[in-house]
């Protein structure tokens, strides 16, 4: 039977891949359109993957389940080191994209390009971090980690409260989930779909 904190991660995974090919379709309906996206709910998807996949589901990982594996399993040592390096260059990356999508917004077509390469790339560079999580290193800690390893990650991820996952989000965070859930694409929201 597979641990809670692996069950937690793959679907927080699902929503993050959800949200990421959501924030592609909103760009790509807009482009068609010859129109701009909603600066708006763009906005508020790329504060959801700081919020929630950069720091609270990176953090856990890196902090908790990683180390453990690190032990158990020495030579995975780089595959580790790359994983953490893809940790702290996500929270780069969210950073410049935010910086573009300001820049789009004021600066209009001319910085357009510019932001939505910055937004494909990322979207590459994760799909890529997850499939080496999910092929390599989820199925590595679940043969190796003992249970009193599990003990300790498997209660930190069961607090992880991610709406997109199916719990309620807190109240400091529903309007948030609101406006992506209005306006978005599905697979996220109820907008248009692309």
Same mark, same amino acid.
């Given at each position: /039977?597979?641990?809670? #904190?692996?069950?937690? @991660?793959?679907?927080e995974h699902q929503a993050l891949a959800a949200m990421l090919r959501s924030l592609s379709m909103l760009l790509a309906q807009a482009r068609r359109h010859g129109a701009t996206p909603d600066f708006t709910v763009v906005r508020a998807m790329l504060f959801y993957l700081d919020e929630f996949?950069? !720091?609270?589901?990176? +953090?856990? $990982?890196?902090?908790?389940?990683?180390?453990?594996? %690190?032990?158990? %399993?020495?030579?995975?040592?780089? +595959?580790?080191?790359? &994983?953490? !390096?893809?940790?702290?260059?996500?929270?780069?990356?969210?950073?410049?994209? $935010?910086?573009?999508?300001?820049?789009?917004?004021?600066?209009?077509?001319?910085?357009?390009?510019?932001?939505?390469?910055? &937004?494909?790339?990322? &979207?590459?560079?994760?799909?890529?971090?997850?499939?080496?999580?999910?092929?390599?290193?989820?199925?590595?800690?679940?043969?190796?980690?003992?249970? #009193?390893?599990?003990?300790?990650?498997?209660?930190?991820?069961?607090?992880? !409260?991610?709406?997109?996952?199916?719990? $309620?989000?807190? $109240?400091?965070? %529903?309007?948030?989930? #609101?406006?992506?859930? /209005? /306006? *978005?694409?599905?697979? @996220?929201?109820?907008?248009?779909? *692309?």
């Amino acid at each position: /039977m597979q641990h809670l #904190s692996i069950r937690v @991660i793959h679907q927080e995974h699902q929503a993050l891949a959800a949200m990421l090919r959501s924030l592609s379709m909103l760009l790509a309906q807009a482009r068609r359109h010859g129109a701009t996206p909603d600066f708006t709910v763009v906005r508020a998807m790329l504060f959801y993957l700081d919020e929630f996949p950069e !720091r609270l589901h990176h +953090t856990k $990982e890196s902090a908790l389940l990683f180390p453990k594996l %690190r032990l158990r %399993r020495p030579e995975l040592a780089a +595959t580790l080191d790359r &994983i953490d !390096r893809e940790h702290a260059q996500g929270e780069k990356m969210i950073r410049e994209l $935010e910086h573009k999508l300001l820049a789009f917004e004021v600066l209009g077509d001319a910085r357009r390009d510019a932001f939505e390469q910055a &937004i494909e790339q990322y &979207i590459q560079f994760y799909f890529g971090h997850m499939g080496v999580e999910e092929g390599e290193l989820l199925p590595a800690a679940e043969a190796s980690l003992h249970e #009193s390893d599990w003990t300790e990650v498997d209660a930190a991820f069961a607090a992880n !409260r991610d709406p997109l996952t199916g719990h $309620e989000p807190d $109240e400091v965070y %529903r309007p948030l989930f #609101s406006k992506i859930v /209005m /306006m *978005a694409p599905a697979p @996220i929201g109820l907008g248009p779909a *692309a």
